[in-house]
């Protein structure tokens, strides 16, 4: 017990990976990709933020506010315990001189993500986080599958949290405060709905949703030929639950192998 105690006095406390994903702006370290799931609607799209260590723990790094940064759980994983890769394009949600002299100019979408995303506060990381479990109860992580009833409690217990929190604090809805990327898209506005508190049917419309558009996406890259990639977003096209954005990705990656010469014959 002892030495589980240890371990977890090692870890980034739920309070912490809050302030670092508000104080970062929702914003990868390494990419800038925005980790607002909100962004991407109900899609495989995203990637949920992951407090990387600065100085990693196995050197002695304490898992602190300061010692933190944002990352995308890819970057995170990529890097693991390499205290040397701390080649950051951002820090606290502000383009860096690395930035500067390997990529040079900050997009223009770039800076409305970073300067939208300066509204997010720390209780709005455990609304993140609800999301993430319900698309996790979806099939949407595959490294941790504990069945749809775990994932469903688990988001009821951040979605209480961030109500809680935003309640004590008198804080607008995202709307208000603009931090909704998508507004007219219905699934957006599905998940706008959590803001409200959790209901049953809600849960299950997202994961339907979810399922639906990442089986969408592996059935596209399971394709050897661009012909039978437009296939299957035609397929998709019609049915109800296909997202906009899952939709525009597959046909931008569709106009890229629709030009590519076939494999010669072996």
């Known amino acids: 017990m002892a030495e589980a105690g240890k371990r977890r006095g090692f870890e980034f ?3 912490t990976k809050a302030e670092i994903f508000a104080r970062d702006r929702a914003t990868c370290a390494f990419s800038g990709k925005s980790l607002w799931i909100l962004d991407y609607g109900i899609s495989p799209l995203y990637d949920v933020d992951w407090a990387d260590h600065r100085k990693p723990r196995a050197s002695g790094g304490t898992s602190t506010v300061s010692n933190g940064i944002c990352a995308s759980s890819f970057h995170n994983s990529k890097k693991s315990s390499n205290g040397r890769d701390n080649c950051y394009l951002f820090d606290e949600g502000e383009p ?6 390997n990529v040079g100019t900050v997009s223009q979408d770039q800076l409305r993500q970073l300067k939208r995303l300066s509204r997010i506060q720390a ?5 993140n986080r609800a999301i993430y479990q319900l698309f996790k109860a979806a099939g949407g992580d595959r490294s941790h599958q ?3 009833a775990y994932y469903k409690k688990a988001a009821r217990t951040f979605l209480g949290k961030f109500i809680q929190l935003n309640q004590k604090a008198d804080l607008p809805d995202f709307t208000e405060r603009k931090l909704v990327l998508h507004p007219a898209q219905s699934d957006v506005k599905l998940l706008l709905q959590l803001q409200g508190g959790e209901a049953p049917k809600l849960f299950d419309s997202i994961i339907r949703i979810y399922r639906f558009n990442l089986r969408t996406m592996e059935r596209f890259w399971d394709c050897e030929e661009a012909d039978a990639m437009r296939e299957v977003i035609e397929q998709a096209a019609d049915h109800r639950d296909f997202s906009p954005l899952v939709a525009k990705a597959l046909r931008s990656q569709l106009e890229f192998w629709k030009d590519q010469p076939a494999d010669p014959a072996p």
């Open 13 to 15: 406390s739920e309070a």
């Open 96 to 101: 860096t001189d690395y930035h500067f002299w």
């Open 123 to 127: 209780s709005d990381w455990y609304f």
């Open 146 to 148: 504990r069945g749809v």
